[in-house]
Nanobody, 121 residues
Framework: QVQLVESGGGLVQAGGSLRLSCAAS????????TGWFRQAPGKEREFVAAISWSGNITEYADSIKGRFTISRDNAKNMVYLQMSSLKPEDTAVYYC??????????????WGKGTLVTVSS
């Protein structure tokens, strides 16, 4: 099982940007996705974005489309989430995760411990 470590969270003003990083302990297998979920206080964990191992397929939640970009560097076993035009409602703990061919809460096979993003108004 791969271990995931997130970094890059912090406090930012509305309209600002942050880049989250997810470091994997080893190479993930080629038929897999890596991505991000988030969980705001008092709310359920929700899907944010995912990227296939090849990088050819990306998926985004409607709430962040056009503002967030997911990318990866397989040579470094890294996945990134560039977040721009941040809103207070983006405040949450962001979790990196991996899965097989389907990326969902039910199919995740590895989780990171999360990194907190706080967006002030």
């Amino acid at each position: 099982q791969v271990q995931l470590v997130e970094s890059g969270g912090g406090l930012v003003q509305a309209g600002g940007s942050l880049r989250l990083s997810c470091a994997a302990s080893k190479r993930t297998y080629s038929r897999s996705f890596t991505g991000w979920f988030r969980q705001a206080p008092g709310k359920e964990r929700e899907f944010v974005a995912a990227i296939s191992w090849s990088g050819n397929i990306t998926e985004y939640a409607d709430s962040i489309k056009g503002r967030f970009t997911i990318s990866r560097d397989n040579a470094k076993n890294m996945v990134y989430l560039q977040m721009s035009s941040l809103k207070p409602e983006d405040t949450a703990v962001y979790y990196c995760a991996t899965s097989g061919l389907v990326f969902s809460l039910e199919t995740v096979d590895s989780w990171g411990k999360g990194t907190l993003v706080t967006v002030s108004s």
